[in-house]
């Protein structure tokens, strides 16, 4: 999945202000690209290929472009709800019923080659192994990896703190 929530260079830019390196949307557009076209004359079908966006205030007049640009393009497009971590109308305290899916069919690979169970920003603080190290099938099938599946699928997530603090603030 490559998560960009905007469809141009400044919309970008805004959403990205956090990270070290300035964003370079153009590049990140032909990275993709790219890849999709290494892909396609590869004759793969896999890996299956998602682009994400958010829907936030500064960014939603970019939808129906997003949409159109990519439709064609990438198996899957994920127009995705904004979670507001302070929204309060969203804590729960129902955490001990609670279970999370992402873990069951999702790997995050960060730049530095981090992976992390899902792409939330608690899930920042979960790291399952670096693919520098280690081959992705090892990560998905360590022991650390499965007792955490085991742990949601059993709606004991509460025994981990962020996944604790993830259910309990965004109920997701
Ligand atoms: S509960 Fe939250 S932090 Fe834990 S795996 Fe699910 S989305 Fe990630």
Same mark, same amino acid.
């Given at each position: 999945?490559?998560?960009l929530?905007?469809?141009?260079?400044?919309?970008?830019?805004?959403?990205?202000?956090?990270?070290?390196?300035?964003?370079?949307?153009?590049?990140?557009?032909?990275?993709?690209?790219?890849?999709?076209?290494? !892909?396609?004359?590869?004759?793969?079908?896999?890996? #299956? $290929?998602k682009v994400s966006f958010?829907?936030? =205030?500064? &960014?939603?007049?970019?939808i129906?472009?997003f949409k159109k640009f990519w439709e064609?393009k990438v198996d899957a497009i994920h127009i995705? !709800?904004?979670?507001?971590?302070?929204?309060?109308? #969203? $804590?729960?305290?129902?955490?001990?019923?609670? =279970?999370? &899916?992402?873990?069951?069919?999702?790997?995050?690979?960060?730049?530095?080659?981090?992976?992390?169970?899902?792409?939330?920003?608690?899930?920042?603080?979960?790291?399952?192994?670096?693919?520098?190290?280690?081959?992705?099938?090892?990560?998905?099938?360590?022991?650390?990896?499965?007792?955490?599946?085991?742990?949601?699928?059993?709606?004991?997530?509460?025994?981990?703190?962020?996944?604790?603090?993830?259910?309990?603030?965004?109920?997701?």
């Amino acid at each position: 999945m490559f998560s960009l929530d905007a469809f141009s260079p400044e919309t970008y830019s805004e959403r990205r202000l956090k990270n070290k390196k300035p964003a370079n949307y153009s590049k990140v557009i032909k990275n993709i690209l790219n890849f999709l076209d290494i !892909k396609k004359k590869k004759k793969k079908k896999f890996p #299956l $290929v998602k682009v994400s966006f958010i829907v936030m =205030k500064t &960014n939603k007049h970019e939808i129906e472009k997003f949409k159109k640009f990519w439709e064609n393009k990438v198996d899957a497009i994920h127009i995705q !709800k904004f979670i507001d971590y302070e929204d309060k109308s #969203l $804590v729960t305290n129902y955490v001990n019923e609670t =279970k999370c &899916n992402m873990p069951m069919f999702r790997l995050s690979i960060k730049s530095d080659g981090n992976v992390r169970p899902c792409c939330l920003g608690y899930g920042e603080n979960i790291n399952l192994g670096n693919i520098y190290k280690e081959t992705l099938l090892n990560i998905w099938n360590s022991k650390f990896m499965k007792n955490f599946q085991q742990m949601h699928l059993q709606k004991r997530a509460y025994e981990n703190k962020f996944c604790k603090k993830c259910l309990k603030n965004t109920n997701a």
